[in-house]
């Protein structure tokens, strides 16, 4: 497996790429991002691990949505099942590693939770969850502190978890080993990745001003039914640039074979 590097300006040809690739072949892929949230949804109603069980099958899930942008790019139109490509029976080692990829994913983010909860006493993490919300309360600063802790704890989990799923399922890494090697792929990008970042949040604060205008024009009722599609809009935009993000740094070559 070898990383390649890329210039700077990558990251956006990701995001503008990321929006094209959907264009192309939209209904595939905004039903597969639908069913992954409804996965989710319904795995996040259960009782003691609900809270849990959504981290953990979240690399999976996010392998099978890439693996379906992967089969529209080469022609194919994606079965529903492909969401679950790395959760079938006969995965064997892949469906192992993405479920242990997970399990990392949720330890450590209960870590950087009880983290925040230590700092202000559980103010932003209620608030995180919309729970005993006061209109017009101020804000602590240790909530501040806080919710700086939990990014800064957090955002070396999400640069290991970055391509760990696709490592993982497509080249038979084990867990392990697939976190290193993202966070090395990232890190060997990082000017890739900032001007990624970047353009993600300018498209980001576009679409909620054109959202916010055409909430006003429509009736108040209706206002979910905007923002419902544009949200599905962005996700599957952003796995596309993902999978875009992968085809360039990573070395097609070694896929579907052991490193």
């Not at 103010?123 to 909530?143: A, F």
């Not at 867990?175 to 900032?194: E, M, P």
């Not at 209706?222 to 923002?227: A, K, T």
Request: hydrophobic share 55%; glycine share 6%.
């Amino acid at each position: 497996m070898q990383v390649r590097r890329v210039p700077a300006l990558a990251g956006w040809r990701w995001v503008t790429e990321g929006f094209a690739i959907l264009a192309a072949s939209p209904l595939p892929l905004i039903a597969t991002g639908i069913l992954m949230l409804f996965s989710l949804l319904v795995v996040s109603a259960l009782p003691t691990v609900g809270d849990f069980l959504p981290l953990v099958l979240s690399p999976a899930l996010s392998f099978g949505y890439l693996q379906a942008i992967r089969l529209t790019q080469d022609g194919q139109r994606p079965p529903p099942s492909t969401l679950f490509s790395g959760l079938r029976p006969g995965a064997g080692a892949v469906m192992r590693s993405l479920l242990l990829i997970g399990l990392i994913n949720a330890t450590a983010s209960a870590f950087a939770l009880s983290a925040t909860v230590l700092i202000d006493g559980g103010e932003w993490l209620r608030m995180l969850m919309r729970v005993q919300e006061t209109p017009g309360k101020q804000v602590e600063p240790s909530t501040v502190y806080a919710a700086l802790t939990f990014m800064i704890l957090y955002a070396p989990l999400q640069v290991a978890l970055w391509y760990a799923p696709l490592f993982a399922g497509l080249h038979r890494t084990p867990a392990l080993k697939a976190l290193v090697f993202s966070a090395v792929a990232v890190w060997r990008n990082k000017a890739a990745f900032v001007m990624y970042f970047a353009g993600w949040f300018a498209v980001a604060i576009g679409l909620t001003m054109l959202v916010q205008v055409l909430v006003v024009l429509v009736p108040a009722s209706l206002g979910p039914l905007v923002m419902a599609p544009a949200l599905l809009l962005l996700m599957a935009a952003l796995y596309c640039s993902f999978w875009l993000s992968y085809r360039d740094t990573i070395d097609p070559i070694a896929v579907d074979t052991p490193p």
